[in-house]
């Protein structure tokens, strides 16, 4: 920006990068008289995802839920979410937290923008541990006795178990069962 003639007072330019500029003005005596002016970019607003439910850099299960909310001192008007997994936005229309369930390790990512443009980020990634909890008894005796008479397999994690067989202690197949819910 070099020189601009200005037939009405104030005057605003828009789109200044943070630098030094000369701000002069010529009066109808033809004087001249200018300022030094430093615009300085934007002070930083930072924001971050807070992590309900799951502290620090904690191990979410496999098929557990995860809340992340966006955490600022200052006031925006959208926010982004960009994630690899599918997500709820729990209070529409800002959006401002959302909910899901990732099935594996992922970084998700937030924009916020206030209403005069300016936009923050953050980022935070969520640790998914893939390994299956399940429980089942090392031996039972299915001899109509009344103790440890069956078998059952325990999880909270799993909706379907594709196969089960039970061999006894010499290798023979004594069970097999497809397709069933735990």
Request: proline share 6%; net charge negative.
């Amino acid at each position: 920006l070099d020189t601009l003639s200005l037939s009405s007072i104030p005057y605003s330019v828009d789109n200044l990068q943070a630098g030094i500029y000369e701000v002069g003005a010529l009066d109808a005596n033809n004087c001249y008289n200018s300022v030094e002016v430093t615009l300085n970019n934007p002070p930083e607003r930072p924001i971050n995802i807070n992590r309900n439910a799951l502290p620090g850099d904690s191990i979410l299960q496999l098929g557990q839920e995860i809340q992340l909310q966006v955490q600022s001192g200052w006031t925006y008007d959208s926010v982004t979410w960009i994630s690899d997994f599918d997500f709820e936005c729990v209070n529409p229309p800002l959006c401002d937290i959302i909910q899901l369930m990732p099935n594996a390790t992922t970084t998700i990512q937030v924009m916020v923008t206030d209403d005069g443009g300016c936009t923050s980020s953050a980022s935070t990634t969520v640790f998914v541990s893939t390994e299956l909890n399940v429980f089942g008894p090392s031996s039972f005796s299915p001899n109509g006795d009344g103790n440890n008479d069956y078998f059952t397999l325990f999880s909270n994690q799993i909706s379907r178990i594709n196969i089960l067989e039970i061999y006894d202690r010499w290798g023979n197949q004594v069970f097999v069962q497809n397709d069933f819910a735990p």
